[in-house]
């Protein structure tokens, strides 16, 4: 997938990841919360059970203690049970034999019927939960006396369990949530199947391997696609309707032409002098504007051209070309180097750059082809290096050379469009010609092509 498709599909994963895990931890935490809230509520139905059996078991002595006559929890008898019982008040305060050891004491003073939770801790430092109740009772004087009923339990085993849960439940969260989130991988790689059709035919169009998208698009995609295909076919259809425009003006132009250039060659000789030089150069007005009109360029719907090939081709025709100045010209081209321009426009535009470096130089030229890369574009572009030998171009000339009709060397055969050419047939495609010098003082052109 492209790096804009992924980045979708990576958003939405991410965002729906954080709802995910909110959700799973306010879950948790609510959860959490709902289990200790029971939990401590149980415990202090513990404590006021054990309260309730004090006081239905104790009774009053003759000193004035409050004793329970039996104790129904055998907890309470056991040293380090975790159950605790205590009465103050009267002469003595009783303490249950599970509080032998554990230096636990009760503060609370609590007025009768009221009911007061506190936390404490033992001797080893050992949190726990106790409830002090504050009761009257009457001796068997006939008097009446304050007693704090206190009974407490060792949390510690309960903070344990609660450890454990808390555990359980933040790994059951978590799981759960992964798998959500591939449940949700899923189902956004089938719902994304569409797009990534998309996205495979509009690379083929790109690559010039078929001209329109294909049909039965769910509705949320139908509008786009179809306004695509419209768009592509009339866009094709107009490109069809200038060609043809242009064919009939070039044929319509050609006979005129042809009766001017008879009409001359009846003229005086001085006259058809004078009319030659403006006739050819109204044909090579024609025929440059004509294809300029319907240059290629570089487009989406281009296929990728390999370079390779027609530049070896160009290498050997100018070596028959210029056969008597012997020329070496030195390809060093990218194995992967390709470009989506049309092949006509691409050997114009590399056949002027050598051509130029094999008439002007002194016969050494070397031409360089390699992808240019950008981190935002999907296909590369193409740098084209040419470089020779020769006099090279002064930097104030440099400017003037890439205007038609001029040459920076009068006394060689030419018409100055080589440059010009290279350079419109560059800006068609959205890059730059620039002219520079190499190391030794020859002169360095050097294309760039964008990529998409």
Not at 161 to 177: I, K, N, P, Q, T
Not at 373 to 397: K, T
Not at 442 to 451: D, F, K, S, Y
Request: with cysteine.
């Amino acid at each position: 997938m492209t790096r804009a498709a992924a980045s979708l599909r990576a958003r939405v994963l991410v965002t729906l990841a954080l709802l995910l895990l909110i959700a799973a931890g306010g879950a948790t935490w609510a959860l959490d919360t709902l289990y200790r809230d029971l939990g401590l509520r149980g415990r202090r139905e513990v404590l006021e059970a054990q309260v309730v059996a004090l006081i239905a078991a104790a009774e009053a002595d003759a000193q004035g203690r409050l004793v329970p006559a039996d104790i129904a929890d055998a907890r309470l008898a056991t040293p380090g049970s975790g159950l605790y019982a205590a009465i103050s008040g009267g002469t003595a305060p009783w303490r249950s034999p599970s509080m032998v050891g554990t230096g636990l004491e009760f503060s609370a003073r609590p007025a009768p019927g009221e009911r007061r939770f506190e936390d404490l801790r033992l001797a080893d430092g050992s949190r726990v939960l106790a409830l002090s109740f504050g009761t009257r009772w009457t001796t068997a004087t006939g008097g009446a006396q304050d007693y704090s009923i206190h009974a407490a339990e060792n949390l510690e085993p309960w903070y344990a369990a609660m450890a454990r849960m808390r555990a359980r439940l933040v790994a059951g969260a978590l799981l759960l949530a992964g798998l959500l989130l591939a449940g949700l991988q899923l189902a956004l790689r089938f719902a994304m199947r569409p797009l990534r059709r998309l996205e495979a035919e509009l690379a083929g169009i790109e690559h010039g391997r078929r001209e329109l998208l294909g049909g039965e698009w769910p509705r949320e995609l139908a509008g786009i696609t179809g306004n695509l295909n419209a768009l592509l076919a009339g866009e094709r259809g107009r490109l069809e309707r200038y060609r043809t425009t242009l064919g009939n003006l070039a044929h319509s132009l050609k006979t005129p032409l042809a009766a001017l250039g008879g009409l001359s060659e009846a003229a005086p000789p001085e006259q058809q002098q004078a009319l030659a030089p403006h006739l050819q150069r109204m044909q090579e007005i024609i025929r440059h504007q004509l294809r300029r009109a319907v240059l290629g360029g570089a487009g989406p719907t281009l296929a990728d051209l390999a370079i390779g090939e027609p530049l070896e081709q160009l290498r050997q025709a100018l070596g028959k070309v210029y056969a008597e100045r012997r020329p070496r010209i030195t390809l060093r081209v990218a194995a992967d180097a390709a470009y989506p321009i049309d092949a006509g426009d691409f050997l114009e535009l590399a056949g002027n750059l050598l051509d130029n470096a094999c008439k002007y130089g002194h016969g050494e030229v070397v031409l360089r082809a390699g992808p240019w890369r950008q981190p935002e574009w999907r296909r590369p572009g193409l740098i084209l290096e040419v470089e020779d030998n020769g006099p090279g171009i002064a930097a104030a000339e440099r400017e003037r050379v890439l205007q038609r009709g001029t040459r920076a060397d009068e006394s060689v055969e030419g018409q100055g469009l080589g440059l010009a050419v290279a350079r419109e047939i560059a800006t068609a495609c959205g890059g730059t010609l620039e002219i520079g010098a190499t190391p030794a003082g020859g002169a360095r052109i050097e294309v760039r092509l964008p990529g998409r």
